[in-house]
């Protein structure tokens, strides 16, 4: 699998479909600075890359790497029909066989704690797949190849919508659990804990909810986020009680209580920790600027 950074999204620079027919191959190519996506509809090709080969028959996806060497490794002995798809992640990617899953909560707080700085995500990808509904997939390469438009402008922004519906489409053929589990249950453990934010949850329900041992959970949560799930969902009650500290007049005590924290103390503690500045010194970066007895004296142009 791989791991696409972002934002900003994927980007399709062309896209197209092609016929080979018995004893024509793809063309071999090194390091050409693009993904280049496969997607088979009938037939199938014989792809290399690097020590590694792929038989991608009907129904089966591949995407070679920007920076490695592909080649055919043999000429295809049936009719085949693919789309390809060219594309760029401008912020970046790597293989998951050799590096650890990026997470959206990793995010660092090199910009002192702007609360309007983007929020960078992964975008997961299997390498190779074998498609579940490989009609669907086959419609989208389809809208996506068409010349079929109402208007020039439209179309562009239209094909870079659907190309991002099918590499959502690729994404959830994924199955995580066979191929990292470790991820996988760090992943649904993330999920619980984004729902739960607000209660108080222990070790104990968290394993009740997931049907793991705490502690296994524990180590899968170390190994794919590189945090505990205390210091987890510790992450989630403070980025809400961020937008709670900007978006309403409420006290501190009561932000903390609604963001998931039992002791309003512990709570300012922890915000200035993660932050480096207390809730007060936050909430005064964006709220009451210009103080309310100066506005009256504001000029309308």
């Known amino acids: 699998m791989l791991q696409l950074f972002a934002p900003p999204l994927p980007t399709l620079l062309a896209a197209g479909k092609g016929t080979f027919n018995i004893g024509q191959s793809h063309i071999n190519r090194n390091k050409i600075g693009v993904f280049d996506l496969l997607v088979v509809t009938k037939g199938q090709l014989f792809m290399g890359e690097d020590n590694h080969k792929f038989k991608v028959g009907r129904g089966n996806t591949l995407i070679l790497y920007p920076d490695r060497y592909h080649f055919s490794v043999s000429p295809c002995d049936q009719v085949t029909k693919f789309f390809w798809f060219h594309f760029i992640a401008s912020k970046g990617w790597q293989d998951l066989t050799t590096s650890k899953p990026f997470h959206s909560e990793e995010r660092a707080s090199e910009d002192g704690g702007n609360f309007f700085s983007e929020n960078p995500f992964g975008i997961t990808l299997p390498k190779y797949c074998n498609l579940s509904n490989p009609e669907a997939v086959e419609l989208l390469c389809s809208k996506i190849t068409s010349s079929e438009t109402e208007s020039i402008y439209s179309r562009e922004w239209q094909r870079q919508i659907l190309f991002q519906q099918l590499l959502q489409e690729l994404s959830n053929h994924m199955h995580l659990a066979n191929s990292l589990p470790a991820f996988a249950v760090a992943e649904k453990a993330a999920i619980f804990l984004r729902k739960n934010y607000a209660k ?88 009451g600027k210009i103080p309310i007895n100066k506005l009256d004296s504001l000029e309308t142009p």
């Open 200 to 287: 108080k949850v222990t070790y104990e329900d968290l394993g009740r909810a997931l049907r793991f041992h705490p502690n296994h959970i524990a180590r899968c949560m170390i190994q794919s986020f590189g945090c505990t799930p205390i210091e987890y969902v510790n992450k989630i009650r403070i980025d809400q009680a961020k937008i709670l500290l900007i978006s309403t007049d409420w006290s501190i005590d009561r932000i903390s209580e609604s963001s998931g924290f039992t002791q309003s103390a512990y709570f300012s503690r922890l915000f200035k920790k993660l932050e480096h500045l207390t809730p007060h010194q936050f909430r005064k970066q964006y709220v």
